[in-house]
């Protein structure tokens, strides 16, 4: 993804993720380690992902869980009815 935002794949990432939504297929982000990298990919629609900026590899399946938890979280907007890490609103 970091290539994306330089521009060098930004067209060939969003052709990607358009097609995944014609199909009705979900497209999965890898190496996310910024949260620069998370907004570009849920700029492009993207609703699954995966890096250290989610949590550490693993091959446990139970620990896969929490990081769609964490990429769902961080790609909401922060406000005060968004619950932060803890569960309370963030302001």
């Known amino acids: 993804m970091c290539q994306g935002e330089h521009g060098s794949n ?10 995944a ?3 009705g297929a979900v497209l999965a982000a890898e ?5 620069a990298e998370l907004s570009a ?3 492009l629609g993207m609703t699954a992902g995966q890096g250290y900026l989610l949590g550490r590899p693993s ?21 005060s009815t968004n619950p ?6 963030v302001p």
């Open 10 to 19: 930004a067209h060939a990432e969003e052709e990607y993720s358009g097609f």
């Open 21 to 23: 939504k014609e199909i």
């Open 31 to 35: 190496g996310i380690e910024t949260e």
């Open 41 to 43: 990919v849920a700029e």
């Open 59 to 79: 091959v446990r399946p139970e620990e896969w869980a929490l990081w769609d938890e964490a990429f769902q979280h961080r790609r909401r907007p922060k406000t």
């Open 84 to 89: 932060g890490p803890n569960g309370t609103p």
